[in-house]
């Protein structure tokens, strides 16, 4: 994985990487290889990816994530002006 983090980059990110990352940051998930142990839940229906997924949509409705392009499953963090 990158070093890089969704909430600390203003670059394109796959949405399951940025998914991931808000529940690393919320405690949601535990830091841990993604790819092997941890893309199930961002994949798959369940409570905590649901709720991550919930917080992503309202992330894009209030105007701080970006989506480029739905099929790609691209989007990109940023805060608007104050």
């Known amino acids: 994985m ?5 909430l600390e980059s203003y670059d ?3 949405i399951d990487l940025a998914l991931y990352d808000l529940g690393v940051k919320l ?4 830091w841990d290889d993604f790819p092997t142990t941890s893309k199930w839940i961002v994949w798959s229906n369940n409570p905590t990816g649901n709720v991550l997924d919930d917080l992503l949509q309202g992330l894009v409705k209030l105007g701080y994530v970006e989506i480029r ?5 691209r989007i990109k963090y ?3 002006p104050e």
């Open 69 to 73: 392009n739905s099929q790609a499953r």
């Open 2 to 6: 990158s070093d890089k983090n969704f």
């Open 12 to 14: 394109w990110f796959d």
């Open 27 to 30: 405690g949601l998930v535990k």
């Open 78 to 80: 940023w805060k608007p």
